[in-house]
């Protein structure tokens, strides 16, 4: 049995649809009925349900939009970087493994030769390169906090998207703002993000942190020329002149844009499709 | 009343003797009675009790030392970064003036002129500046947190010591070492600092950031001659031959040492000796 964190949520709603489809036994235990950020009150209830796993999607990612965070500072501090500690406690004295929903909105940019982060680069969006949004530094402290966590998984979910019209779904994001920022980033599939990490929790995968993004990146230019081909929407895009109008104009805090590589993940056997096949799929697909 | 969160701790006993000592009435919330980490219950406790003021002297700081915040940063970020903005939340609803113990170790150092850092300077030991201890990062985080609180005071405390011998007290400290860390620093003496507190809590002061240090700086020799002529120890004090041998051989995370200018608390009419005269006091009338 696999206990389920935050399964309400945009990511956790994706995990309850898999472990469905695939008739995979769960618990999604929401805060209202056992308060799992209380360290004791969530070892009660490992010990008293006896997962295998536990997957942590719960956290705190503002609404509408990132920018949300910078006024509920304390909230997004406690749902990103001081839950996943409580979580690591009660996992680790319960001998549970576990993985945690991070994010690669830790990273900024690409390398110099345009090629992605990899695990091993230290995040370059974050309170210690003093250049993030409030909820990039969060999620930054947040794997700080996990650093030698014992059998868990610390995977980054990067702009998620897939087939069906949301306001999380990025495809639809994009639809509906009124002007672009052009950037170049990679993304995550939601279903294929999920899927990694239950391919993580039922097999023998070494733990620690992936980027689970699908290999690959893509431009605002390449995405929005998609949408248009497949006719999801007819609307001419406009994009801001640049990041510093963005800034000016759209937002209150500095977006990560960023490539990262995902070839730990895909060498530790986890399917992850081309970002570009998985784009023309979920578009293909589309449900809205 | 004032309501005092944190009444156990160092900082929160040396405040219930002010008030025992001035007969005013206080109330000292004990987190195994009431679970003021938990907005809503501090709400409950705001309107049942309708406090004047609320002192926040509850926090995270590691014992022995610093060094454990490093492996316990969940909580370190709970009591320090995550707690402030509970309470900002609960005494803004329930419009409640208010007071946050902080810590000027979000400082290093001093000016280039050898002056001290005011309250319009940013903290360079911090996450953002990324040299500091996770404790300081989380200090600084709290008062980002705080920023913008309505009727709140942020009173850097700085140091601590009073003349009775404590693990706590910086002449204790000094005393117990087997080396020491040559440094200039600003300090606070711990009556002096909740006198100041409480002037803020008892008069019209402007609500905002106040260094609570008393004016001037000493170096830890300075500190040491002191001892030694006030007879505190005979023993031969060593000192570390570095910076680079005293994290090498005695510490996990560095240590703050800065100078702090206290200007803008005197200025608001709140009353601070010297630092060497409140030394001088402190081991003139030494309890050990």
Known sequence: MILLLGGSGYVG??????????????????RADVDYTQRDSLIHLIRETNPSFLI????????????????????CLFGNAVLPGVIREACEQTNLRWGHVSSGCIFTGAKPDGSGFTESDRP???????NCSFYSGCKALGEEVLEG????????LRIPFNNVDSPRNYIS????????????NSLSELSDFVAACLHCAQNDVAPGIYNLT???????EDVVEMISRHGLSNKKFRFFASEDEF????AKTPRSNCVLDSSKAVAAGIQLPDVHDALEAAMKNWES
């Not at 709603?13 to 929401?30: E, G, H, M, N």
């Not at 719960?58 to 304390?74: F, I, M, T």
């Open 13 to 30: 709603t994706a995990f309850r649809q898999l472990l469905d489809t695939k008739s995979i036994s769960y618990r999604s235990v929401a």
């Open 247 to 250: 800034m000016q104009v759209a």
């Open 214 to 220: 699908n290999p690959g990146d893509v431009t605002t």
């Open 149 to 156: 966590a014992e059998n868990c998984y610390i995977w980054r």
């Open 56 to 75: 942590n999607a719960a956290g705190y990612s503002g609404k509408p939009n990132v920018d949300a965070c910078e006024l509920h500072r304390s909230d």
């Open 173 to 184: 994001k994009l639809m509906n703002y009124d002007c672009l920022l052009s950037a170049r």
């Open 124 to 130: 370059n969006f974050s309170f210690r390169t003093n």
